[in-house]
DNA sequence: GAGTCGTGGTG
DNA sequence: TCACCAAGACT
């Protein structure tokens, strides 16, 4: 594990500034010295860095922003304090408490990691690249943060704020994702021998609140007089990016079922694919073209003998690399239950299940729909 | 290399 | 409103 150094942790000024890099990696760590963000999973300086905990940043980090993260973090390690912790968990509470940030399948892998580093590895992390590559969940990227932020290691930790402090500083126009191998070297050639830890985490700060997606705060930044993208004015202009393809549209009816005592059907997914483990509204199955007719879709009920009610409007949903447009309609099963898959949950739990954000807004419009109107 | 895989925030 | 983007991994 690494202790951080720097001015702040009680180390005087002059060993602290010898400790210190030259050239770009120095001006950048002088930079974070100062402007650093607290942010949950982040250590103090001179604190004892937590494996644990800058995994499952990580983990949660991936493709989901720093504000979004918060409470889910706080959340996980309240819980589960420790990988030991985490590796006894069900995936079923996992799955739940995992619920609404989205990629799912981290989730599964996240488990089934922390099983793998408490049996056979004595519950610590491995602290080579090749050891972590080799855990569910973990690639490139996240082997790279784990080894430079949890074991203060020079790693190389290539995500989208690297890629675009990079392509700005060196002005790379080449477009991403052909571009990454150059954006790779670059970045990999300024990685200092000391502090690579706190580089890296630097390095994110400045893509977050500096070298910006849009409108770079470029008089701020500590490299500005190095960035050739600024010279030549095109920082905001990169990376460039190939061009992505349209998102079509799926379409679906939803059927939001109640028994007799108010309670509401859900059913759990496949383990693979979309939304993989998660609990679900049945749905016709989500295929381009029209929503399909009540009388078309009346197959795929959960229950038959069913009344059902279209309800007016729609839900919309926005996945990945697809639209998603579901109508929804409600009906009452006879009796209390019914249906072997089914399980039967009451309005109050619901927020208690593993339940994918478009599914809550499926409920809402079936539960909600007629008293707001 | 190209698809698949969620969701919320932002200009 | 809408397109883009966020501490990517896996197949």
């Known amino acids: ?73 706080q959340n996980f390690l309240g819980r589960w304090p420790t990988v030991k912790d985490l590796a006894a968990a069900d995936l079923d509470d996992v799955l739940r408490a995992w619920a609404g940030l989205g990629y799912y399948a981290r989730a599964r892998n996240l488990h089934k990691c922390a099983i793998v580093v408490a049996s056979q590895h004595g519950g610590r992390f491995p602290d080579t690249e090749e050891g972590l590559l080799s855990l569910p969940g973990i690639g490139a990227y996240t082997a790279a943060a784990i080894l430079a932020i949890a074991f203060d290691k020079p790693a190389t930790a290539m995500d989208g704020n690297v890629e675009r402090v990079m392509s700005r ?28 830890g706190d580089y890296t985490q630097a390095l994110f700060d400045l893509g977050a609140t500096i070298c910006a997606p849009r409108k770079p705060r470029c008089i701020l930044c500590p490299w500005t007089a190095a960035c050739e993208a600024r010279k030549q004015g095109i920082a905001e202009d990169l ?32 383990e693979k694919g ?62 209390a239950g019914g249906g072997a898959d089914l399980l039967w949950v009451a309005p109050d739990a619901l927020e208690a299940q593993a339940l994918p954000t478009v599914m809550i807004k499926i409920l809402r419009h079936a539960l909600y729909q007629r008293a707001d109107g």
């Open 1 to 73: 594990m690494a202790v951080r150094l720097s001015p702040k942790a009680g180390i005087k000024a002059d060993q602290a500034a010898a400790d210190q890099p030259d050239g770009l990696p120095g001006l950048l760590l002088g930079w974070y010295d100062q402007h650093r963000r607290v942010l949950p999973w982040r250590f103090a300086p001179g604190e004892v860095a937590d494996p644990y905990r800058v995994w499952l940043s990580e983990i949660m980090l991936q493709q989901t922003t720093v504000a979004t993260v918060g409470p889910y973090f």
């Open 169 to 196: 500083l060196r002005a790379v126009t080449d477009p991403l994702p052909a571009s990454k191998p150059i954006l790779r070297a670059h970045a990999a050639a300024l990685v200092p021998a000391r502090r690579p």
């Open 239 to 270: 990376p460039a990016k190939t061009a992505k393809a349209p998102k079509p549209t799926r379409r679906a009816l939803a059927f939001v079922l109640s028994d007799v005592r108010g309670l509401v059907a859900l059913r759990r997914r496949p």
């Open 274 to 335: 979309l939304l993989g483990g998660m609990m679900e509204v049945p749905t016709t199955p989500w295929e381009a073209g029209p929503v399909p007719s009540l009388a078309t879709a009346r197959s795929h009920a959960p229950l038959p003998g069913v009344d059902w009610t279209l309800l007016p409007g729609s839900v919309r949903h926005t996945f990945t690399h697809f639209e998603f447009e579901i109508r929804v309609v409600v009906g009452r099963a006879a009796g």
